[in-house]
Antibody
Framework: EVQLVESGGALVQPGGSLRISCAAS????????MTWVRQAPGKGLEWVSI???????YDADSVKGRFSISRDNSKNTMYLQLNSLRSEDTAVYYC??????????WGQGTLVTVSS | SYVLTQPPSVSVSPGETATITCGGN??????VHWYQQKPGQVPVLVIY???DRPSGIPERFSGSNSGNTATLTISRVEAGDEADYYC???????????FGGGTKLTVL
């Protein structure tokens, strides 16, 4: 069974940086579409970034230039580098994967809180 | 950017049929996917490619897509179906994943 496990969420001050991780098992991260989706408290799902099997990446306008998605095939892990964090970035960050641009496997999420 | 519009809430009685819509410009030309998120839980894919069901999803869940509206239909609604439901597409013009705002299904 596909398993995704996020880690690295923390309390960060505004303007700070953080890297969160998503470790995958039972499938190679390089073979699937991998994405980050966030959910602010009491709000809906918001797409953040995606990395294609071939390595192409795209980001939501709200995080473009501040967040960066990547992966390490040798560790079978995907990452999200979060820079210049703002209070509105506070959310649970989910990683998810799929064989196309829909997502049939989700991690449990990691909480990022941006506050002074 | 592409926008998906969902009603904030839908209410049905047990045993009835729930219909949740997802509106978008010419959405019928796109592939629509649906997720169920119960309180405190992770989203679960319930419909992909407009009308396909992942293994383990009951046949009571079905989908359709035409014109400017995609629809998720849940037949013989049960109390356990109470959840938030989100539609999702890939917008090829912007290369963005797009989610609808979500619909809260309440089982009366």
């Amino acid at each position: 069974e596909v398993q995704l496990v996020e880690s690295g969420g923390a309390l960060v001050q505004p303007g700070g940086s953080l890297r969160i991780s998503c470790a995958a098992s039972e499938f190679p991260v390089s073979h699937n579409y991998m994405t980050w989706v966030r959910q602010a408290p009491g709000k809906g799902l918001e797409w953040v970034s995606i990395i294609f099997a071939g390595g192409t990446t795209y980001d939501a306008d709200s995080v473009k230039g501040r967040f960066s998605i990547s992966r390490d095939n040798s560790k079978n892990t995907m990452y999200l580098q979060l820079n210049s964090l703002r209070s509105e970035d506070t959310a649970v960050y989910y990683c998810a994967s799929g064989r196309d641009r829909y997502f049939d496997s989700w991690g449990q999420g990691t909480l990022v809180t941006v506050s002074s | 950017s592409y926008v998906l519009t969902q009603p904030p809430s839908v209410s049905v009685s047990p045993g009835e049929t729930a219909t949740i819509t997802c509106g978008g410009n010419n959405i019928g030309t796109q592939s629509v996917h649906w997720y169920q998120q119960k309180p405190g839980q992770v989203p679960v894919l319930v419909i992909y490619y407009d009308s396909d069901r992942p293994s383990g999803i009951p046949e009571r869940f079905s989908g359709s897509n035409s014109g400017n509206t995609a629809t998720l239909t849940i037949s013989r609604v049960e109390a356990g179906d109470e959840a938030d439901y989100y539609c999702q597409v890939w917008d090829s013009s912007s290369n963005h994943v797009v989610f609808g705002g979500g619909t809260k299904l309440t089982v009366l």
